[in-house]
C-alpha cells in the first residue's frame, strides 16, 4: 500500500542545481527513515543521504556540504537539494522508506533495511 514515486531528474551542466522530489502515500512519512540512493551505470547502489523522523540527517562523504535532504511531513513528501553538480553524480535517484531505527544503523548505506522504494528517476550532469 506505500508507494514512492520520484520526479525532478533531468540533465543540467556541472556547477548547476536540480531538486529531486519524492511523493510518499499510503501512509504518513513523519514516522519513517527516509533516504535517498543513486546507482550509475555499472557501479554499486550507494547511500546517498538519509533523514530521520526527528531530523536528523546524515550524508555520504561525496555529497556533504553539496546536498541537503528534506522533508515536508506535512505534504507528504521527500526531497533531495542538489547543489555543485559534478558528473559524477550523473545516476538513477530513489528514495526509499523504513523502520526509523535504520536511520541509526551504520549499515544503512546498503539499503537492504529499506523495505520501501521508489522507482527512480535520472539524473544527468554534462561536463
Known amino acids: 500500500q506505500v508507494q514512492l514515486v520520484e520526479s525532478g531528474g533531468g540533465s543540467v551542466q556541472a556547477g548547476g542545481s536540480l531538486r529531486v522530489s519524492c511523493a510518499f502515500s499510503?501512509?504518513?512519512?513523519?514516522?519513517?527513515?527516509m533516504a535517498w540512493f543513486r546507482q550509475a551505470p555499472g557501479k554499486e547502489r550507494e547511500g546517498v543521504a538519509l533523514?530521520?523522523?526527528?531530523?536528523?540527517?546524515a550524508y555520504a562523504d561525496s555529497v556533504k556540504g553539496r546536498f541537503t535532504i528534506s522533508r515536508d511531513n506535512a505534504k507528504n513528501f521527500l526531497y533531495l537539494q542538489m547543489n555543485s553538480l559534478k558528473p559524477e553524480d550523473t545516476a538513477m535517484y530513489y528514495c526509499a522508506g523504513g523502520r526509523d531505527s535504520v536511520c541509526y544503523s551504520s549499515s544503512w548505506r546498503w539499503g537492504r533495511s529499506f523495505g520501501y522504494w521508489g522507482q527512480g528517476t535520472q539524473v544527468t550532469v554534462a561536463a
Open positions: 499510503g501512509d504518513t512519512i513523519s514516522s519513517y527513515c
Open positions: 533523514i530521520a523522523s526527528n531530523g536528523g540527517t
